[in-house]
């Protein structure tokens, strides 16, 4: 008989509860926590009969399963949600197996389904030009035999087979010492090194974070920035981009892997990324309990020195204009402009192609009409995460629709509000990629589901249309139909009078929130 053991979120089905994810036990014994397609379980004593049942089901999930876990695309693959509810099957804790390394051993964690991770400890060489990286240790052997050989792609997407074919493999090798004198080392580091790729979908900024600085942190915070970070699918301009962050996760300079043909050899090297959930850090996976919020301190002293010039160029080009007389404002605009300050501040996160809010101008002024004061905020390519970062974090409320952009939220200060304007087709999307995120910082997040005449696909199709009245019957259908459909052609026409309802709950909480601190302050 089988028994629900565990969930996982089909994300190329958007399914809003996820599927269910069986194992057969006998009903009479304890379960077996046994996942079918992983190597990682724990035994407990069982009837005979239940080793026959565990067959059928393995072969049942290899025939009618199996497909579907290895077919993904984008954003929707398959990714597991384990539950704990009757003891879990794979215990998280697992994921840092390779927490303690003894001297000249190599240790792989690959229980996980996002990604690979493997610690090499002793004396490391790189070798770009065969994409290697070897362990030499004492044991006798002078023949140059290989001892151990591991194979690893540095990427924490490892279910989505198509994006992880596209990153570089790289070989992890074991050798006697005696073969190290064919490859000397160039450049000698006495900290240890973590390799990791920024290919994939680097390039979008949810997954630069998601994929990228969010693990990238998890991995190496431990080492108090005495680590060197050594790039495969090396972009400089994703080093410019994320330079701020960067210098406060190491303070050595980067290594382009394939661009670098020196050896480099290095004490330790941890070879992949660990990573938790969706934009988050699971405090009890690290060792010293960090969570989100600091994560979202390091972004705070990592832009702060930025946001300061900027503020300093400002007041001299300030100065400037009042020596070249230009007209100053009236003190009229001055009290108006001391008025604005005075109130909430909203941002809005503004989209420029699909899933745009055609009526923005309207919406602009019933925030304007509830009490706050309201800032457009159009992100582009180019724009400086330090500027960005200036603007929500001094905004009281985020307001935008959902897509990549949202994951600004990390930019809000914690018990601020964050308002996700949901279109059709993208519920379990939005609450899992950014909602449930969100309040795992420490944010007010108010989810808005838009009706289906608030969409554009209103008068594209039928008002009995499945596309209006069933979305997820249309996702089902494949990741193809749910881009096209719901996430290019799709713009938001707001209920203003329905919205004004949750512009009340942003600005009656900004206000609490905002007498809070005064109290505190004050006291």
């Known amino acids: 008989m089988c028994k629900k053991m565990m969930h996982y979120k089909r994300y190329q089905h958007w399914n809003r509860k996820g599927d269910v994810f069986v194992v057969c036990v006998d009903e009479e014994t304890t379960p077996l926590g046994l996942v079918c397609g992983n190597s990682s379980y724990n035994h407990k004593r069982t009837k005979p009969k ?51 390394v003894s001297n000249g051993s190599i240790c792989c964690e690959r229980s996980s389904i996002r990604s690979d ?18 362990l030499y ?62 290919g994939g979908y680097t390039g979008n900024l949810y997954h630069e974070f998601n994929d990228g600085l969010l693990p990238l942190y998890i991995t190496s915070q431990q080492f108090n920035k005495k680590v060197v970070f050594v790039i ?71 832009y702060w020195p930025r946001i300061r010039s900027l503020i ?16 100053l404002p009236s003190s009229e605009t001055k009290m108006e402009e001391k008025q604005d300050m005075k109130k909430p501040k909203v941002v809005i996160i503004a989209r420029n192609d699909s ?45 935008g629709v959902h897509g990549a952009a949202m994951t600004h939220f990390l930019f809000m200060r914690p018990g601020s509000v964050f308002i996700q304007i949901i279109p059709l087709g993208t519920d379990w999307a939005a609450g899992t990629y950014y909602g449930e995120p969100a309040v795992k910082l420490g944010l007010k997040y108010i989810g808005y589901k838009i009706l289906p005449k608030e969409s554009s696909l209103y008068d594209e199709y039928d008002k009995n249309d499945p596309v209006l009245t069933d979305p997820n019957s249309v996702n089902d259908r494949g990741w193809e139909f749910t881009k096209k459909i719901y996430l290019d052609r799709q713009n938001v026409k707001l209920n203003l009078g329905r919205f004004r309802k949750r512009l009340l709950r942003a600005y009656y909480h900004s206000v609490a929130n905002e007498s809070l601190r005064y109290r505190h302050q004050s006291q």
């Open 50 to 100: 239940l080793f026959y049942l565990l067959f059928l089901c393995l072969i049942s999930f290899s025939f009618f399963l199996a497909p579907q876990l290895f077919t993904s695309h984008h954003k929707f693959s398959l990714l597991y949600s384990f539950s704990s509810e009757e003891g879990g099957l794979i215990s998280e804790s697992d994921f840092n197996a390779c927490s303690s």
């Open 117 to 134: 991770v493997c610690v090499m400890k002793g004396d490391v060489r790189t070798d770009s030009a065969s994409s290697r990286i070897t």
């Open 137 to 198: 240790r004492n044991n006798g052997h002078e023949n140059g035999e290989v001892l151990r050989h591991e194979k690893i792609r540095p990427y924490t997407r490892k279910w989505e087979k198509n994006v992880m074919d596209t990153i570089d493999e790289l070989d992890l090798v074991v050798k006697g010492e005696h073969s190290r004198v064919h490859q000397k080392c160039d450049v000698k580091h006495d900290v240890p090194a973590v390799f990791f790729s920024t």
């Open 232 to 302: 495969l699918e090396y972009h400089a301009w994703w080093i410019m981009k994320y330079e701020n962050v960067l210098s406060h996760l190491t303070e050595y300079p980067i290594i382009d892997f394939s661009g670098d043909k020196r050896t480099h050899c290095f004490p330790e090297a941890i070879v992949g990324l660990r990573i938790h959930d969706e934009l988050t850090v699971n405090s009890s996976l690290m060792g010293n309990d960090k969570t989100i919020r600091d994560f979202r301190d390091l972004l705070d002293r990592a």
């Open 312 to 327: 300093q160029d400002e007041e001299r080009e300030a100065r400037m204009n009042m020596e070249k007389h230009i007209s």
């Open 355 to 399: 899933r745009a809010i055609v009526n923005e101008d309207s919406l602009v002024k019933l925030i304007e009409d509830v009490g706050f004061h309201v800032e457009v905020l159009r992100p582009q390519r180019t724009t400086e995460l330090a500027s960005i970062y200036r603007v929500l974090n001094s905004s009281d409320v985020m307001i």
